[in-house]
């Protein structure tokens, strides 16, 4: 996937209109793909993961995490990468990771309802830590977020996967923090008052791209909708030239996860520029809801530092490495609400620990300001759709994405 980027940077760079045509006919041509070879490989993968949680019917639970849809979403996220959209790498590798477990768990097993979701948790469990080499943060998450209560046998076996999982990358590639050693201190003063600012900010921005995402069609025109509903390839096609303004507008910067951006200012305290924040936002905005594969995690980390660094922007003294991070845990626990796991990520991905007070302390005043305007947490919302689809309820058509006419 870093390649898949490095490409299209390689192809774009001092040549940023191209970015008018790769991204349309990249948007569009992955979702033809998604809706004539790979159905059910669209969106994040996460709400498909935990909708199977819930399923009782093994052949439904094969629907979503089957070997052809793993292998699609990998090849198609591979795809997105390249084509310049805003989307995370954590997401499709939950839903690969639950997957192969669920595949794992044909061989030779007596398949049972509370097996599968054993082997679905795990399976969870080992994706955010092979995406983000953060196996406390993949607990956490398939516990907080995906479990939604602890459970001592399935807590055993969700550790055992993350940490399997972990040690294959340290012999892999060795330890290192997905954005680098960050040093990253806020010492006591004034400047922690600002700590609550930037988390409920961070929480709000979260909760509202939440309740986008869950619910499209209330913020989009009725045009617009029809388009969605009736030719998405169509759609797609729009979504990618909007991302490509955003992206001319961002000299190129908000493009893929942005991690070279989110990385230089939590490590070498270079500040993005004021307006990345809300750039990233629709970016990401836009690449979801075309209806591609890809994730979230990411790209909402960088929204997140974006949403921190404006305070170093606007305030003298506000220190750019704590706030990114500050603003990290906050946006990111807006759009999740799991502070837990928003706390443990952001730690990890920066090995920071010193950190770790102001960043929980954002992470929980997130969750709470994002349940204000976003009542149900996004991954919830979104697997009771799929839900909702396989039992043949009336509700829009998952390969939308979510979007619903009016």
């Known amino acids: 996937m870093t390649r ?11 040549r940023l209109w191209l970015t008018l045509l790769l991204c349309p006919i990249g948007l569009a041509g992955i979702v033809f793909l998604t809706r004539t070879v790979f159905p059910g490989a669209q969106g994040s993968g996460i709400p498909q993961a935990m909708a199977a949680l819930s399923m009782q019917n093994p052949t439904d639970i094969d629907t979503v995490l ?21 989307i995370g790498k954590e997401g499709p590798t939950v839903q690969i ?11 030779g097993l007596e398949r049972s309802h509370a097996l599968q979701r054993l082997l679905i948790l795990a399976g969870g469990a080992a994706g955010i830590t092979c995406a983000f080499n953060a196996p406390i943060a993949g607990i956490l998450f398939a516990i907080e977020e995906m479990a939604g209560s602890f459970d001592d046998r399935q807590a055993r076996s969700i550790i055992l996967a993350a940490f399997a999982s972990g040690i294959t990358l340290l012999l892999l590639l060795g330890y290192q923090p997905y954005f680098g050693f960050s040093r990253a201190m806020l010492p006591l003063g004034l400047v922690w008052l600002l700590v609550p600012l930037c988390a409920v900010i961070g929480g709000v921005a979260g909760g509202i791209f939440a309740q986008v995402l869950v619910t499209p069609a209330r913020f989009m025109p009725a045009p617009v909708n029809r388009l969605a509903k009736h030719h998405p390839v169509g759609f797609a096609l729009l979504c990618g030239f909007v991302l490509a303004a955003l992206g001319l507008i961002s000299h190129g910067q908000v493009f893929d996860a942005s991690y070279g951006a989110a990385r230089d200012a939590l490590t070498k305290g270079t500040l993005p520029p004021i307006d990345f924040a809300p750039l990233k936002f629709l970016a990401t905005l836009v690449s979801y809801l075309s209806g591609i594969p890809g994730g979230i995690f990411a790209p909402s980390l960088a929204v997140g530092v974006g949403v921190g660094t404006i305070f170093s922007h606007l305030v003298p003294g506000a220190p750019v490495t704590a706030f990114a991070m500050v603003g990290m845990a906050g946006y990111f626990s807006g759009v999740v609400q799991s502070p837990l796991t928003a706390t443990a990520i952001v730690i990890e991905m920066t090995s920071n620990p010193a950190m770790t007070v102001p960043v929980g302390i954002a992470a929980i005043l997130g969750t709470m300001a994002s349940r204000l305007v976003c009542k149900e947490p996004v991954y919830h919302a979104m697997a009771h759709q799929f839900l909702r689809v396989i039992e043949h309820k009336p509700v829009a058509d998952p390969n939308t994405a979510g979007v619903r006419p009016e």
Do not use: Y
């Open 97 to 107: 990771g639950c997957a192969a477990m669920n595949v794992c768990g044909r061989l």
């Open 4 to 14: 898949a980027s490095a490409l299209f940077a390689h192809v774009t760079t001092h």
């Open 66 to 86: 089957s070997l052809r849809i793993a292998v699609g979403k990998f090849l198609l996220t591979l795809a997105g990468f390249a084509a310049g959209a805003s």
